[in-house]
């Protein structure tokens, strides 16, 4: 089976969306652990309810960011990880992470990459004057939403959105969009080559 590790800070409704369609036999993968940074994660308690390992790393707990990214590659390492999802991790992923899986971690973005990357990126849209937006799923490299990009679903932006009408319109789109990402690289149908990924039909 395919293995993955999620790591989410706060509400995890994307977590949700995968655990859901895994549950569902839409994902041909197995959630082995989810790991927040946040002790009072909402994806906690749904890690819970659907009997996932959980680990909670806090940064606080550790003298520098890479020591931080250290503790939770030990915690990962003994379980064999095939994948490590960021949804919703609100921390830059670092080298010690990075270089354990190479090309083995990928995020959820809720904008069009490269447009803007980076926090709040639903506010930046609107306050940009886009007429679309929507989310990326993309490789995460030493930057911050920079890494090559392996889907992107489009949403419109209505003249009257707010970043909450705009974020639920995206959050549609980001729980389908990560599950079928997932699906594609458990099929072994994504490959990288610099920038740009190759997708088997
Ligand atoms: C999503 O909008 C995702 O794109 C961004 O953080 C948010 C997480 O939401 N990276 P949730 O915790 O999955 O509900």
Not at 5 to 28: C, D, H, T, Y
């Amino acid at each position: 089976m395919f293995k993955l590790a999620v790591l989410a800070s706060g509400r995890g409704s994307n977590f949700q969306s995968i655990v859901e369609k895994i549950e569902a036999g839409q994902v041909p993968a197995a959630v082995e652990i989810l790991v927040s940074d946040q002790p009072g994660a909402r994806a906690l308690d749904l890690a819970n309810a659907h009997g996932i390992d959980t680990a909670v790393v806090k940064r606080e707990d550790f003298p520098t960011n890479k020591a931080h990214n250290e503790a939770i590659v030990e915690i990962l390492k003994p379980r064999n990880i095939d994948l490590v999802i960021l949804a919703g991790y609100m921390r830059i992923v670092k080298a010690p992470l990075l270089e354990a899986y190479p090309h083995r971690i990928v995020n959820i973005h809720p904008a069009l990459l490269p447009a803007f990357p980076g926090l709040d990126a639903q506010k930046q849209a609107l306050d940009y004057g886009v007429r679309v937006s929507g989310c990326t799923v993309h490789f995460v490299d030493a930057g911050v939403d920079t890494g090559p990009i392996i889907l992107q679903a489009v949403v419109p932006v209505e003249q009257d959105d707010s970043v909450e009408t705009l974020s639920a319109r995206i959050l549609k789109e980001e729980h389908k969009l990560l599950p079928r990402a997932i699906t594609l690289i458990a099929q072994g149908k994504v490959a990288v080559q610099g920038r740009k990924v190759w997708i088997q039909s």
